[in-house]
Nanobody, 118 residues
């Protein structure tokens, strides 16, 4: 059974930082691309960043430079470092496993809420 468990969300003031983590089980983590997506209320779930098994990365253009995705194959964990947060970054952040550097994988976590206050 594949499980993805996100953590690290919370309430932060604009300009602050958060680091999200996603711990996986039930997959060969090192062989899989991973990704982060976010969904604001009333909006679609959109790409934040993806990282493939070789460490190649793909970011939403508007987030490049503020957000950094990384992975720890030893601990089966993917991270999202978020800096200079803005109120428009508010939403539920979801971890995704599988797919490729562009394509979405089949597995999702339940998400972690990020709220950025102005």
């Amino acid at each position: 059974q594949v499980q993805l468990v996100e953590s690290g969300g919370g309430l932060v003031q604009a300009g602050g930082s958060l680091r999200l983590s996603c711990v996986t089980s039930g997959i060969i983590f090192s062989n899989n691309a991973m990704g982060w997506y976010r969904q604001a209320p009333g909006k679609s779930r959109d790409l934040v960043a993806r990282i493939n098994s070789s460490g190649g990365v793909n970011y939403a253009a508007s987030l490049r430079g503020r957000f950094t995705i990384s992975r720890d194959n030893t601990n089966n964990t993917v991270y999202l470092q978020m800096n200079s947060l803005k109120p428009e970054d508010t939403g539920v952040y979801y971890c995704n496993a599988g797919g490729g550097i562009i394509t979405i994988g089949d597995y999702w976590g339940r998400g972690t809420q990020v709220t950025v206050s102005s």
